[in-house]
């Protein structure tokens, strides 16, 4: 049977959760996550989490929130006047909301307040700052 190895070609089914036990994501179960190991695709952590794997295995891969979405950057919280939104959108803490910079890249922002005058947004990923557990099955090794 195949093992997983650097270079090899994969598919995994897989879910998220955090250290005590709530789910983050269940993944994708119709559709399974293909990548190459080793082309940074996926965390390196995964990457490394999964070589030595054969089809039909399960394994858990721990993922740090500096090896995931990075440390939580309170510096990435700021408060900007209400008008910089169109007055149509509904700002609900919660609520993601997307902007564009000067040079043209989107960002995500999740509206963290609300007020008459201002909006308080954090363009943290919502996993940052946060150490993930993934249940991984491997399908397929090529």
Avoid: W
């Amino acid at each position: 049977m195949n093992s997983a190895e650097m270079g090899s070609s994969v598919k995994i089914r897989y879910s998220i959760s955090l250290e005590d036990g709530s789910a983050v994501s269940q993944g994708n179960t119709k559709t399974p996550l293909s990548f190459k190991i080793g082309s940074g695709k996926v965390f390196k952590k995964l990457e490394k989490g999964v070589v030595g794997m054969q089809v039909q295995e399960m394994r858990r891969v721990k993922i740090s929130a500096e090896e995931g979405y990075g440390s939580y950057n309170k510096e990435l919280v700021f408060r900007v006047e209400r008008k910089m939104f169109p007055e149509d959108v509904k700002l609900i803490p919660g609520r993601t909301v997307q902007y564009q910079n000067r040079d043209g890249e989107r960002v995500n922002l999740v509206v963290n307040e609300v007020n008459a005058k201002t909006v308080t947004v954090d363009a943290n990923h919502p996993l940052a700052g946060l150490d993930l557990i993934y249940e991984v099955e491997m399908i397929e090794v090529s």
